[in-house]
């Protein structure tokens, strides 16, 4: 990263090289002969062109660089079981559907097919493996910080800034949850690489007055439109890039107003061909008004549930606390360059787009109404890039104005926010001990589980995490194994009487039962008197394992 930013100072600038490779001049930063000389006895930060076969080495290295460091600052993930019960609901769906089983038929769930459909091609690949589906995370948030490092560099940023950004998010996605591979995480590359495309194209109808492309649109579309299929909260970022792609070039006249009724009509259709494809299939399949029920109307109902404004508040309060130093990073971008260096038109660009996509996020965060810590991932996409504007702000302007000192100065800020990140999580990980120094409860029930029944039998796990069906490789006695809704205050998003579907579990007398006595009152009174009555009638403990909260007991047929 050093390398890329640092400047030389004293050497005329024909193009800066923050500037696209394939955009035209811009006068608002284009020096003069003179200009560059007193940039660089002021020390401009900004840099010289790149050496012959500096571009391509770049493009090779950052994706290799991202990957890395996703690794890297992820591997703790690797370690426990579980990170976010939700991750096992979709891991089961995946299981299901490499065994024929389809998701929402097999396994319910309130959200779309695009999740499990990405984990099924991951685990199809890698194996059925909990490591499997952690891997095929890393790998979507590196694609994710690829796609904000060409954003970036559409906006005009250096290769140093573009890359930081990418950087940041990496380090960040392994809090709030990010560890496990959920759905902001999966949706993230999609989103990513439509808003690069959008500010590519908005910077095209800026600098040459070019209208869209498309090619742009069409593959924008069909972008969106997978991270529909995985959750519809994508709804408000899609928006933004059509109109990143579009609306300059409407401005300035390069776009008529029936092309753009066209186009808009054309990226709507695309938006939805990927859902209408899975439509179309589960139709085939027979199984089209459990696709219904499970993508469109079961959100309906949760959505119903809303959290109170207090209640919310908080939430997004405590969010805001767990991210930040990228928050106060973000805040340093507006702040102008320093007097005497070059206009970096450049960073008012990505600081615009950054803005308008933190706005774009946070309808996508509200839109649930729940407020879960996860959801604030939606976040970490243009606080990246704000916060890499910001850290370069702080570096040029403040901490070492000499150009040379300017992008070691800038890439140490990178480091220290990432390994802060990273520290955030890794901390109480350790503390815990969980899968390092201390057994893995989770792996121990679902051990405990193979031991005491045949594989492949159906077992009823009440209220503890489902993806002890996979660990065990035992059966489902539901397809509504997520917690919550089957014994859970969510009962009613399913739009069934759900204490009428554990009656027919219980009356199905699974091979085993497992309980979490911590989580015990968690479930509805109707479901606890149930449970306890067949426990008492058919069951014996064939073995207990000790959660944080208190024991896990699994329950044998007698």
């Not at 290295?61 to 991750?87: H, K």
């Not at 802060?420 to 057994?439: F, H, I, S, T, Y």
């Amino acid at each position: 990263m050093l390398r890329l930013l640092r400047a030389r100072a004293g050497r005329r600038v024909r193009r800066p090289s923050f500037q696209p490779p394939d955009a035209a001049p811009m006068s608002i930063v284009r020096p003069t002969a003179g200009a560059a000389a007193e940039d660089a006895r002021a020390g401009s930060a900004v840099a010289a062109p790149p050496a012959p076969g500096a571009a391509p080495a770049a493009a090779v290295a950052t994706p290799l660089i991202l990957l890395a460091a996703a690794l890297a600052l992820r591997a703790l993930g690797f370690v426990p079981a579980v990170i976010d019960t939700d991750e096992g609901l979709y891991i089961l769906q995946a299981r299901a559907w490499l065994r024929g089983g389809w998701p929402l038929v097999a396994v319910w769930d309130m959200h779309p097919v695009g999740g499990p459909a990405l984990l099924t091609l991951a685990m199809a690949v890698l194996g059925e493996g909990v490591g499997a589906v952690r891997l095929f995370g890393a790998v979507a948030v590196a694609l994710t910080g690829w796609a904000l490092h060409g954003a970036a560099r559409a906006a005009g940023a250096p290769h140093g800034v573009a890359l930081g950004a990418g950087l940041l998010y990496v380090a960040h996605s392994v809090l709030l949850g990010g560890l496990a591979t959920n759905t902001e995480v999966l949706l993230a590359p999609f989103v990513a690489a439509a808003m690069a495309l959008g500010v590519r194209g908005a910077a095209r109808a800026l600098e040459r007055g070019a209208a869209p492309r498309w090619r742009d649109l069409v593959a924008t579309g069909l972008l969106v439109g997978a991270a529909l299929t995985v959750k519809p909260v994508a709804v408000p970022e899609g928006s933004l890039a059509f109109l990143l792609l579009t609306a300059p070039a409407w401005r300035r006249g390069a776009l008529p107003w029936r092309r753009g009724l066209a186009m808009a009509a054309a990226y709507a259709a695309l938006c939805a061909a990927p859902t209408a494809l899975f439509a179309l299939a589960y139709a085939l399949h027979g199984a089209f008004w459990e696709f219904l029920d499970g993508s469109f109307l079961a959100p309906l109902r949760y959505g119903g549930e809303r959290l109170d404004p207090g209640t919310a508040a908080w939430q997004v309060g405590t969010a805001m606390l767990g991210l930040a130093w990228l928050f106060v990073m973000a805040a340093l971008a507006p702040l102008p360059a320093r007097r005497g260096a070059a206009e970096e038109g450049w960073a008012r660009r990505l600081g615009a787009v950054g803005a308008l996509w933190f706005v774009a996020a946070s309808l996508a965060v509200a839109m649930p109404g729940m407020f879960f810590e996860h959801y604030f991932l939606l976040w970490l996409p243009p606080l990246a890039l704000l916060a890499a504007c910001g850290a370069w702000r702080l570096a040029t302007c403040c901490i070492a104005p000499p150009p040379r000192r300017a992008g070691l100065a800038f890439a140490l800020v990178i480091a220290a926010l990432s390994v802060d990140a990273w520290l955030g999580d890794a901390v109480p990980r350790m503390q815990r001990g969980v899968g390092l120094r201390e057994p893995d409860p989770v792996r121990g029930v679902a051990a405990a589980l193979a031991a005491a029944v045949p594989r492949g039998a159906p077992v009823l796990v009440a209220n503890y995490h489902p993806v002890v069906h996979a660990l065990a490789d035992v059966g489902l006695a539901t397809r509504y194994v997520f917690p919550a809704q089957l014994t859970g205050r969510y009962g009613a998003v399913a739009g069934i009487d759900m204490d009428a579907e554990v009656a027919r579990v219980l009356a199905s007398r699974p091979a085993a039962i497992v309980v979490d006595r911590g989580w015990w009152t968690a479930m509805r009174p109707t479901v606890r008197a149930m449970l306890e009555e067949a426990l008492a009638q058919d069951y014996a403990i064939a073995a207990t394992v000790m959660e944080e909260r208190g024991p896990v007991e699994i329950w044998r047929r007698r």
